[in-house]
């Protein structure tokens, strides 16, 4: 399995599935959420409203559930609940989950390509450096325990910031 970490607009991503960094709800909202609502256009939302109605008290923290990707390059959008900060979801465990959980659902697409944003290091309030080495562990570990279908993983990240420190944690 390849590593890539990519500068730039995840919605843009010629990959198999792309993850969004979602809410409970499902319903959309700002950051990387509202960019890949308004690229894939309204038939995104209705389709997180019918897999809504499978959670109706929201999707839980760390886990993740797929959609289609429709207007996007993607074939697939995998929603994913980061933890809040803000809120006082501190536990890395609950982040490593929405990575593991994204993997597995990816890998049940049979996707071969997946794109991750830096979830929860936005709105949620959660610290790049400590995201960032949420994420390669995970990654890395789901790499090694053999998984053939997943050939690539790419991080996108949209500033100059970001791709700094994930480069910098990954060791590359
Ligand atoms: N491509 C790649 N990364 C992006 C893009 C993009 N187009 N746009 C923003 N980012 P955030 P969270 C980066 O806030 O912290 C939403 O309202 C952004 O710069 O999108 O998990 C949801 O509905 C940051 O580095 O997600 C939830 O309510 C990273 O994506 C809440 O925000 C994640 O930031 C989730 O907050």
């Known amino acids: 399995m390849r590593l890539e970490i990519l500068q730039g607009d995840i919605t843009t991503r010629d990959v198999d599935a792309i993850v969004n960094a979602a809410n409970s709800s499902l319903m959309g909202g700002g950051g990387v959420d509202g960019a890949i609502h308004r690229a894939a256009g309204p038939e995104l939302l209705a389709a997180c409203r019918e897999v809504r109605k499978e959670y109706p008290g929201g999707l839980p923290v760390g886990r993740a559930v797929a959609t289609p990707g429709f207007n996007l390059p993607s074939r697939w959008v995998i929603h994913t609940v980061g933890p809040n900060?803000?809120?006082?979801?501190?536990?890395?465990?609950?982040?490593?989950?929405?990575?593991?959980?994204?993997?597995?659902?990816a890998e049940s697409l049979g996707a071969r390509s997946v794109a991750f944003p830096a979830i929860s290091a936005g709105i949620y309030g959660w610290d790049a450096r400590e995201v960032a080495t949420v994420a390669f562990d995970v990654v890395r570990n789901f790499g090694a325990d053999g998984s053939p279908a997943l050939e690539l993983v790419e991080f996108v990240l949209f500033s100059p910031e970001m791709t700094t420190v994930f480069r910098d944690v990954s060791g590359a």
Do not use: I, K, N, Y
């Open 85 to 105: 900060r803000h809120a006082g979801q501190t536990d890395p465990g609950l982040l490593a989950s929405c990575f593991r959980e994204s993997l597995a659902v």
